[in-house]
């Protein structure tokens, strides 16, 4: 957001405040200021005049200027009411070096998931595609996808949804998937150059607008302030990849993995048995009747207990 | 190459043949066979015409059809006297879907290294970039680079060349760097949707056309076959990636970092010790005054003994 216009939202943000008082402390003209409130409306922010100046009474359900008013994260917001897919988008952004930018969607017409299945990702949704450049090696990239999957759970443990993880980053309630997750990155065999990580919210949508075995934030508690519950996101993002070591502690908080009698599927054969632990950068501990295995990659399933 | 191309080939190599007699085995016509022929010699392949037939007197030094005869490991060879760079063309490829192609030149004019550094790359080298789709995670991509530097180690000695790996992937004569090799991919967290596997080899180069750490092939035994050289290194990489567990036991065989006292300079500091053993897939393990440090990137020396 234009700094000029972010300072303004501040100053309104407590009390009224009249025009010249606003083109004294930003140090601009009269019309300025009039235009820069004009702007703001457009982009959803409901400013009334008062006789003792501007109030802010609203800001925009959803946006670019939505979320980014009050964000405190290191990322910009690139918002599009509708585009094909975020994640696309973002690594457009990421191949011309671009970094710490959010793409972020009301609706995708082609919504990508893993293995490029369809990915369901109709108006109303929080489709959000965040553009990273971390010195890591590939190896340590399924560390994001956790922290995606964290920075969610929490987000919406938040608005009241009882959501838990399913190792790595399924996002459920009651077995039902309410988010989808794609990390997708490019780099040299040791050193990564960009990570997406795609986080796809069924937000404020009919739940028969999502797949039978999916939920919706509206079919579990109602429609939520789709902004806000962006900003948490981004934010509980933002902390947890600044301290990579604080990643699987908050995995275990949110994730409902461990202690679970499981079945992975694996390239190398199924791996059945109890959930005991999860190893950096994400490799999940199975006791089986033959001791404990190490698992990097599969799908993993809950078991009901024997 | 051309099936019946490939097949005309094969038949000249024992003996001469006569236009009719190939006409018959490979059910074409005559024109057909003399068309055929002369597409041959334009690649430069040197084909006699005799009395009692023609005869394969010699297969062009470089380039696609140089390499692709009798080439025994499935890649397609697209070849160009002077390119960019290989590694480039072949991400173009591999984002196009196409996969098991070696993009080969004579000549790079904008080579690429690690970290995006420039690499020198004249003419009468070997520059090869291998586009792969495995399906691994992204964690085992430097298995991949292992292999390439063993495949290419092997097919150097092979020609009279005493190259030796320095860990993790540098190939090296007396100290001096012969090769450069560059892996690229892109994929999601827990899956490679390709890698590029670089190799640019000094071959049959001036010694004052590289930089004054480096050395060419020409310098140390005098210029080689490059179309031989290329096959063998195509065909041991293949061998290689088809069977990853071969690979450390053979980067043992072709490297000279184990028992060596090494300084490793990584993200986290250096480490200092001696090189003990290599673990899959390429972790060092160097064993330090305060026991066995596990390595997995970082810039290797090789220090005297102490």
Not at 211 to 217: F, K, L, N, S, Y
Request: glycine content about 10%.
């Amino acid at each position: 957001m234009q700094e000029t216009r972010r300072r303004i939202l501040e100053s309104l943000s407590d009390a009224p405040v009249s025009g010249p008082a606003l083109a004294d402390e930003l140090d601009v003209s009269r019309a300025a200021v009039w235009k820069h409130i004009e702007a703001l409306r457009e982009q959803g922010f409901e400013i009334d005049s008062r006789d003792n100046g501007y109030v802010l009474l609203g800001t925009p359900e959803f946006g670019g200027a939505g979320v980014e008013y009050g964000l405190s994260a290191p990322f910009e917001i690139e918002y599009h009411d509708s585009i094909g897919s975020t994640n696309d988008r973002a690594r457009e952004l990421a191949a011309a070096g671009e970094s710490n930018v959010a793409v972020l969607a009301d609706e995708q017409t082609g919504g990508r998931g893993r293995l490029d299945r369809e990915f369901s990702s109709p108006s109303g949704g929080i489709w959000i595609s965040l553009v990273c450049r971390p010195d890591i090696p590939p190896a340590q990239a399924p560390i994001y996808t956790l922290a995606a999957a964290v920075a969610t759970t929490e987000a919406l443990r938040d608005v009241g949804v009882d959501a838990g993880i399913k190792w790595p980053n399924d996002v459920l309630v009651d077995g039902r998937k309410l988010v989808g997750i794609l990390t997708e990155m490019e780099g040299e065999a040791d050193r990564v150059s960009w990570i997406v990580v795609g986080i796809g919210i069924n937000a404020n949508i009919d739940a028969d607008a999502v797949p039978e075995t999916a939920t919706t934030i509206r079919e579990l508690v109602g429609d939520v302030d789709r902004s806000e519950l962006t900003r948490t996101l981004i934010e509980r993002f933002e902390e947890l990849r600044s301290d990579p070591e604080s990643v699987l502690p908050a995995w275990c908080n949110a994730a409902t993995t461990l202690g679970q009698r499981v079945r992975v599927q694996t390239s190398n054969g199924d791996v059945v048995g109890e959930a005991v632990d999860i190893e950096f950068p994400g490799t999940l501990v199975v006791a089986t009747d033959d001791g404990d295995e190490r698992v990097s990659a599969g799908d993993c399933e809950h078991l009901r207990p024997t």
